[in-house]
């Protein structure tokens, strides 16, 4: 089981925020996607959900379906303002099972109650979502990820706005996730994040800058690569090919 990406390019009104990129994801593994602000990794990580169109290349799922793959977006792209308790944003993980119409039974609802006790939040079970922290809103959102128990759990900025206790936690639930065997690909910002819990890095300034194990590729030489090569994009002389 893998995610394959072959020489992808996805662009906004013709400028390419992916450029060219070549990488596997293979089943069990463990990525984070890291890089200067702007060079493409929430585009990317969209684009392997299928909700960014592509211009060039492929994005095969090989043994997978789209069911076997959870999208954590990030906070800002979700309305918080609509009537809905914890209980039923959580459940809304069994939507691939039972579409919007259907009810769920007695052993779906456990496995959202269960969800919500991994990640501390059975006891708000029954709250409006429009009163939760950012915290608790995104525990929330990881219970409906693990509720849908994809293979492949992608995520963007999992960690943004979200207090150092719950990101700890919330570190501590995605690693039991790739120890119980899911892959997981996470866009992260930070530094120490990644050092401390990805084994494998993806370094993106729009173009790989490289991709392999987190400590070979989080070094100097290659950041410097990715910050010089995201300030020549951004020169007006820089023509995508
Ligand atoms: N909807 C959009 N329309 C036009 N341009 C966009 C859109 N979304 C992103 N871009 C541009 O595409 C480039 C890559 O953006 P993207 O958000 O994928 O990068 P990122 O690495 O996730 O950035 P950050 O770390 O700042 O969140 C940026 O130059 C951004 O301005």
Redesign the pocket.
């Known amino acids: 089981m893998s995610i394959i990406v072959e020489n992808l390019t996805v662009s906004?009104?013709r400028?390419p925020?992916?450029h060219h990129v070549d990488i596997t994801f293979e089943e069990h593994s463990m990525w984070a996607v890291f890089?200067?602000?702007?060079?493409?990794?929430?585009?990317?990580l969209?684009s392997l959900m299928g909700l960014q169109p592509i211009d060039t290349g492929s994005i095969r799922l090989d043994g997978l379906t789209r069911q076997n793959i959870a999208y954590l977006p990030?906070q800002s792209d979700i309305d918080r303002s609509q009537p809905m308790t914890v209980f039923d944003l959580a459940a809304m993980g069994l939507w691939y099972e039972i579409g919007f119409f259907r009810g769920i039974n007695a052993v779906q609802k456990q496995r959202v109650h269960e969800a919500l006790e991994r990640v501390g939040m059975q006891r708000f079970a029954d709250r409006q979502i429009a009163y939760l922290s950012n915290g608790q809103f995104q525990r929330v959102l990881f219970a409906r990820m693990l509720v849908q128990n994809a293979k492949f759990l992608l995520l963007?900025?999992p960690f943004n706005a979200v207090d150092a206790r719950t990101t700890y936690e919330l570190l501590d639930v995605l690693q039991k996730c790739h120890c119980n065997g899911h892959a997981i690909i996470a866009?992260l910002?930070d530094y120490e994040q990644v050092r401390a819990y990805f084994p494998n890095t993806l370094l993106?300034a729009?173009e790989k800058i490289a991709a392999g194990a987190t400590e070979t590729i989080l070094t100097e030489p290659y950041l410097a690569q990715a910050n010089a090569k995201m300030q020549q994009q951004e020169s007006p002389e820089w023509c995508a090919s």
């Open positions: 906004y009104r400028r925020a992916v890089g200067p602000n702007g060079a493409g990794k929430s585009t990317f969209k990030q963007d900025e866009v910002h993106l729009r």
